[in-house]
């Protein structure tokens, strides 16, 4: 089984760290290659940000298509999943989603926490996407930027910690979703600190994909995740043209058929 997983900015230093995060949880038969976008921003903290790193995301997951199992992206917002999951048949598994799987089963009240307050309307967007909003009783932040999570580890670690005692004290939060790449590898220590489940989610993502995989599953493709129309995209390579994208269309043309007008009589 081979996954790939991609950092969803371009900081090779945090690419390093999601790499020790997967390597770490991956089976000891799993391949597991950690690899970022060619362009986009170094951290995601903005919308804007977010939708600049979409296009590279994409690009890695077309490029390993054909050599992959699975695709793990690796940014708690889960940005371009809905789009990777169009261009492949295998499995795409954002660290965000597969983190909340695991928390929901692991607690009846959970919460995340994150990195600085302005990403909160992302958080809560994200957390609302999956359908677990109602599970999730806390998001606390800790002032850190992204880049620093994986810098200044002691210092995220400590902030962590006081913004994980105020999700439990507070919110009644009974286990934690770590919410950014960064914060991989952080887990079992701040487990220690505050005895609840932390799920880091780097690692939660390897393992889901691992297991969907050995389920023999891969992406529907009987409506939403279609292969995307075929039309040309000014600007774009032609490997990421919907022609380029290889793939069983006889959904769209079945869908064509049926929503034709019946020939009038003459």
């Known amino acids: 089984m081979r996954i790939q997983v991609i950092n969803g900015n371009t900081y090779e230093?945090?690419?390093?760290?999601?790499?020790?995060?997967?390597q770490a949880a991956r089976a000891p038969q799993t391949t597991v290659i950690t690899t970022q976008p060619?362009?986009?921003?170094?951290?995601?903290?903005?919308?804007?940000?977010?939708?600049?790193?979409?296009p590279g995301i994409l690009e890695q997951v077309v490029l390993g298509k054909d050599q992959?199992?699975?695709?793990?992206?690796?940014?708690?917002?889960?940005?371009?999943?809905?789009?990777?999951?169009e261009v492949t048949t295998k499995p795409v598994i954002g660290i965000a989603e597969a983190s909340m799987y695991v928390a929901n089963m692991l607690a009846a009240r959970w919460?995340?926490?994150?990195?600085?307050?302005?990403?909160?309307?992302?958080?809560?967007?994200?957390?609302?996407?999956?359908?677990?909003?109602?599970?999730?009783?806390?998001?606390?932040t800790t002032g850190i930027p992204v880049i620093e999570t994986e810098n200044a580890r002691q210092q995220t670690l400590d902030a962590l910690e006081i913004a994980g005692r105020l999700a439990m004290?507070?919110?009644?939060?009974?286990?934690?979703?770590?919410?950014?790449?960064?914060?991989?590898?952080?887990?079992?220590?701040l487990e220690q600190r505050l005895g609840i489940p932390i799920i880091d989610a780097?690692?939660?993502?390897?393992?889901?994909?691992?297991?969907?995989?050995?389920?023999?599953?891969q992406t529907s493709k009987a409506l939403t995740y279609?292969?995307?129309?075929?039309?040309?995209?000014?600007?774009?390579?032609?490997?990421?043209?919907?022609?380029a994208l290889s793939g069983d269309r006889s959904a769209d043309q079945a869908e064509t058929t049926a929503t034709a007008p019946a020939p009038t009589a003459s």
């Open 13 to 22: 230093p945090m690419t390093q760290g999601i790499d020790e995060s997967a």
């Open 38 to 54: 060619k362009t986009g921003p170094q951290s995601i903290e903005s919308y804007y940000d977010e939708y600049l790193a979409i």
């Open 68 to 85: 992959f199992d699975a695709f793990v992206i690796a940014c708690w917002g889960d940005p371009g999943v809905e789009a990777a999951r």
């Open 111 to 140: 919460g995340v926490v994150t990195t600085q307050h302005r990403a909160l309307d992302m958080i809560e967007k994200t957390i609302a996407k999956t359908g677990f909003a109602q599970r999730c009783v806390s998001i606390r």
């Open 169 to 189: 004290e507070q919110d009644r939060a009974e286990a934690l979703c770590l919410g950014c790449a960064g914060m991989s590898r952080l887990d079992l220590e």
């Open 202 to 217: 780097v690692a939660a993502a390897v393992k889901l994909a691992e297991a969907i995989v050995g389920l023999h599953k």
């Open 226 to 243: 279609r292969l995307p129309e075929l039309k040309p995209i000014p600007g774009f390579p032609d490997y990421m043209q919907p022609a």
